[in-house]
Structure formats: C-alpha cells, structure tokens
T-cell receptor, first 117, second 112 residues
Framework: EPEVTQTPSHQVTQMGQEVILRCVPI?????FYWYRQILGQKVEFLVS????????KSEIFDDQFSVERPDGSNFTLKIRSTKLEDSAMYFC???????????????FGAGSRLTVL | GENVEQHPSTLSVQEGDSAVIKCTYS??????FPWYKQELGKGPQLIID?????GEKKDQRIAVTLNKTAKHFSLHITETQPEDSAVYFC???????????FGKGTSLLVTP
C-alpha cells in the first residue's frame, strides 16, 4: 500500500536554530499538508499546499514557518528560528483529490518528532 | 472556526464488548467526518469516514453514525479485540476548506 514517508523520525535542535522536516507524499497525490501534535494534545492543522502554492494555513503557521516542494517528490516544512514551544510531532499528509462530495481523504505519514532544547 | 469536542478521553473495555466514542462539532458547514486510529509511534490512520448526506456507515466491526441536526457523530466498535487498543481521533471539515479539525482523542484499552 502506498505510504507517506517522513524524515527524520526524530530531531533534536537548539532554540533559535533552523529545522527542515522532509516528506515524500504518495506519488499521484495532489494535495499536501502539515499537521502537528504537541505531546498529549490534539492534532492541529498547519498548512495545505496545492498546485505549488499554499491553499490554506492556520494561525499557528506564522512567518517562522515555510513550505516548499523543491522537486517532483519532496515536500518540506522549514522552521526558521525554533522556539521551545515548537517541540511536537509533525505529521505530513497527502490526498489525491477532492472526491465527489468535496472531501479530502488524507493519508498521514508516521511523523517527525522535533525536540527543541 | 470549527471546534470538535470528543468524549471520553479514556475508555477501557473487556475483549468482546462494544466501545462507543462520541464527538460534537460547531460548524454547520462541516460535511466530512473521518475517524483516525493512532497506534504508538505511528501516524493517524483513517479507519472510516462519513459524509453529511449519510446518517450511518458500517465496515465490519466498525460503524459511524451522524446526526447533522444535533451536530454530533459517533464511532461504534463491536466485538472489541486487544489490537483495537489505540488512540482514536474524530475530525470534521468542510468541502470548501482544506483543514481537518481534530478532537482531542480517546485512548481505548481493550483488556483480554
């Protein structure tokens, strides 16, 4: 079964450092997403990306965050200057297309755990 | 924005019993309601979903019901097995948007 793959599985960084989390979405999917989950809390939407541009973003996704699809397979999340509160599990997801009812059916990756010290 | 509430936060059942998890949502424009299962160290996995034009959907031991008037939807797992133990998340979204709004999750433990 096709998978969304994420690297690294765990990254430890110092506050103020830049971090790039990488994702390889399912190959025929068109919509790409980043979500995050702070330990013990709900999964929160960060950003969606379609046709090489951001289609929607949440309040969490401020100027410190950026996304990029540098080539035909990778989708990256960059955090410019990490803060302690950025420590979380970051999930990448992708979806093929909206179905006839307009729903986006997402497939999630296993996540990248970011620890900011 | 959309607010999804999920109850209970933890649920312990004996193998073979049924488990029910309930969610409410606030945005009447939401029309897609997936349920995800998250096992330790893994990402959320879609187990069943329902659209707003349907009141109930079943897939083997799993069923979901939706009451649009009351803005609530529920997950029912029958004949539970130890491998059903995981965290279950409900979510809601509208077809004009992209974001899934998740509930806080229910940690289900099925004891043999």
């Amino acid at each position: 079964e096709p998978e969304v793959t994420q690297t690294p599985s765990h990254q430890v960084t110092q506050m103020g450092q830049e971090v790039i989390l990488r994702c390889v979405p399912i190959s025929n999917h068109l919509y790409f997403y980043w979500y995050r989950q702070i330990l013990g809390q709900k999964v929160e939407f960060l950003v969606s990306f379609y046709n090489n541009e951001i289609s929607e973003k949440s309040e969490i996704f401020d100027d410190q965050f950026s996304v990029e699809r540098p080539d035909g397979s990778n989708f990256t999340l960059k955090i410019r200057s990490t803060k302690l509160e950025d420590s979380a599990m970051y999930f990448c997801a992708s979806s093929k297309n909206r179905d006839t009812s307009g729903a986006n059916v997402l497939t999630f990756g296993a996540g990248s755990r970011l620890t900011v010290l | 924005g959309e607010n999804v509430e999920q109850h209970p936060s933890t649920l312990s059942v004996q193998e073979g019993d049924s488990a029910v998890i309930k969610c409410t949502y606030s945005d009447s424009a939401s029309n897609y309601f997936p349920w995800y299962k998250q096992e330790l160290g893994k990402g959320p996995q879609l187990i069943i979903d329902i659209r707003s034009n349907v009141g109930e959907k079943k897939d083997q031991r799993i069923a979901v019901t939706l009451n649009k008037t009351a803005k609530h939807f529920s997950l029912h797992i029958t004949e539970t097995q130890p491998e059903d133990s995981a965290v279950y998340f409900c979510a809601a979204s509208r077809n004009s948007g992209y974001a899934l709004n998740f509930g806080k999750g229910t940690s289900l433990l099925v004891t043999p």
